[in-house]
Nanobody, 122 residues
Framework: QVQVVESGGGLVQTGGSLRLSCAAS????????MGWYRQAPGKQRELVAT???????NYADSVKGRFTISRDNAKNTVYLQMNSLKPEDTAVYYC????????????????WGQGTQVTVSS
């Protein structure tokens, strides 16, 4: 099994910064893409940023230039540095890890963390 755990959320003022962390652990053959989604009250879950195993990144237009995704493959950890935060960034942020596992068979799966709350006050 694979476990994904996020941390680093909190309450900040407009213009502030937060750094989210997400660690994957368990029985994994490999980890491919990792990323972050968010869900604000009354809205659908939306993609924030992704990063491949090779370091290629992708960002939602709404966060480009403000957020930076990175990863430490040795620690199976992905980070999201969030700068110049806006009230519109308020949401629960969910980390995912796209993993290949070998038990009970060779399979690909997307594993999700429990979410961490980010609140940006105006």
């Amino acid at each position: 099994q694979v476990q994904v755990v996020e941390s680093g959320g909190g309450l900040v003022q407009t213009g502030g910064s937060l750094r989210l962390s997400c660690a994957a652990s368990g029985s994994m053959f490999s980890i491919n893409t990792m990323g972050w989604y968010r869900q604000a009250p009354g809205k659908q879950r939306e993609l924030v940023a992704t990063i491949t195993g090779g370091g290629s990144t992708n960002y939602a237009d709404s966060v480009k230039g403000r957020f930076t995704i990175s990863r430490d493959n040795a620690k199976n950890t992905v980070y999201l540095q969030m700068n110049s935060l806006k009230p519109e960034d308020t949401a629960v942020y969910y980390c995912h890890a796209d993993c290949t596992t070998t038990q009970p068979s060779l399979r690909w799966g997307r594993y999700w963390g429990q979410g961490t709350q980010v609140t940006v006050s105006s």
